[in-house]
């Protein structure tokens, strides 16, 4: 069976401080996998997806980025972060072609202070 | 532009009755539509979905029911149980689309 992880689970980091989240899927191969952050109170927000190594889109332009380095692992990343990226940030992933559901990570909630 | 809408941020039922949650679209290219269901600090879990070939579709106590004319949809629970006290997220997708489009969410509460 397959299984998406996401670590940290929380996060408390100051203004201006880098940031780094990582998302690891098993149980499959050449996933689709997404970055979507939820605001307080708010929707899902798609940030960014990739079909595979190396192609990432992004869907909000701000001052995070993805990285996917390796088939099953996709990384969020900031050089300095800013107190709007405070939220709750979910990886995802779904087989690609044909296929709609997707399937989420149990999240990393982001505090910047 | 938000293109799925669920105008109901938050919605009570009684415990055994049904719960109706609504969502809305406006992109006419939509056809396929899922329902996730997402408890506080953790991930959506994917519910039911349906094709727009169909206006129905049910699993156990969940049925979502497409309206296509009217960009409609809706999910019933019958009963409503304590533990379906959550978030729940309408979402939509069209062929050959790898992303999905989400609502803004209802919150569910079951009343004991």
């Known amino acids: 069976s397959q299984t998406i992880h996401q670590w940290p689970a929380t996060l408390v980091q100051p203004v201006g401080s880098p940031l780094s989240l990582e998302c690891t899927v098993e149980?499959?191969?050449?996933?689709?996998l997404y970055w979507y952050r939820q605001a307080a109170g708010r929707g899902l927000q798609l940030l960014f997806y990739s079909v595979g190594i190396g192609q990432i889109s992004s869907e909000v332009p701000q001052n995070l980025s993805a990285s996917r380095p390796q088939d099953r692992q996709f990384i969020l990343s900031s050089k300095k972060l800013l107190l709007s990226d405070s939220g709750f940030y979910l990886c995802a992933w779904n087989r690609g072609t044909a296929s709609y559901e997707q399937y989420f990570g149990p999240g990393t909630r982001l505090t910047v202070t | 532009d938000q293109q799925v809408k669920q105008n109901s941020p938050s919605l009570s039922v009684q415990e055994g009755r049904i719960s109706i949650l609504n969502c809305d679209y406006t992109?006419?290219?939509?056809?396929?539509f899922l329902w996730y269901k997402k408890y506080p600090a953790e991930g959506p879990t994917f519910l039911i979905s349906i094709s727009s070939i169909k206006d129905k579709n049910e699993d156990g106590r969940f049925t979502v029911f497409l309206n296509k004319s009217a960009k409609h949809l809706s999910l019933h629970i019958v009963p409503s149980q304590p533990g379906d006290s959550a978030v729940y997220f309408c979402a939509a997708s069209h062929f050959g689309n790898e992303k999905l489009t989400f609502g803004t969410g209802t919150r569910l509460t079951i009343i004991p």
């Open positions: 992109n006419s290219m939509f056809d396929y």
């Open positions: 149980g499959t191969s050449n996933p689709n």
